[in-house]
């Protein structure tokens, strides 16, 4: 009898931990569930964020840039600023590659949610007026000139497409300001004090950015 009473005790025991065990693996699939959904609504936009931003349609793009940014300046004249810059009267630059190449854990900061984004890319400058570039020494110049404009970057020419390709890496910051905002985008740049005070001093810390 005595048996037969541990009998049934074991088995309600491993029963109860099962049941337990069952409730813990839902719990976690559901937390795994979730970060993956974040993940994808991440990933997802940032390949849009990176397509609209390689085709050059910067009136779409603004709606994926973090509305901090249109602080520095209204939506309208960032707009022309970015036309202006990647065409005019002088040259014309194209992103040949834009690639997202690692994204950090999140970082939360008063509810807000901050990724960094570590991408690559490769610009060509090309100038309308290919004259100026049939002297070798003017070519030198100017690919010296941008390497100490563009600190960190691979500056080289391409005599056959006569054009100035420019490659390196840049970071992005993914913020997502609640959980019913989408992902959105702001640029980082260590060397522009102005774009620096768009962000949490904690955020900078905390990826070790400059």
Known sequence: MELSVKKTTLVI??????KKLSYLI?????????????????????????????????EELMEYMHPSLFDLA????????????YENEAMKITIEKIESRSISDPLTLNGAQYRKVDYDMVLNMKFKDESKLSDSSTI???VSSLQEALAGKEVSYNASSKQFVIKG?????????????????????????LVKKLFPPEMIEHFKLQ
């Open 13 to 18: 025991l491993y029963y109860m931990i099962m």
């Open 74 to 85: 209204p939506k309208e004249q960032l707009i022309e600023a970015f036309k202006n810059i």
């Open 26 to 58: 839902i719990i976690l699939l559901a937390s795994f569930a979730g970060f993956s959904q974040t993940d994808t609504s991440l990933t997802r936009r940032l390949k849009e964020y990176n397509r609209l931003s390689k085709e050059a349609k910067f």
């Open 140 to 142: 030198k110049t100017m």
């Open 169 to 193: 890496s840049d970071i992005v910051i993914a913020i997502k300001d609640n959980s019913s905002t989408p992902w959105l985008f702001l640029g980082y740049d260590g060397t522009n004090e």
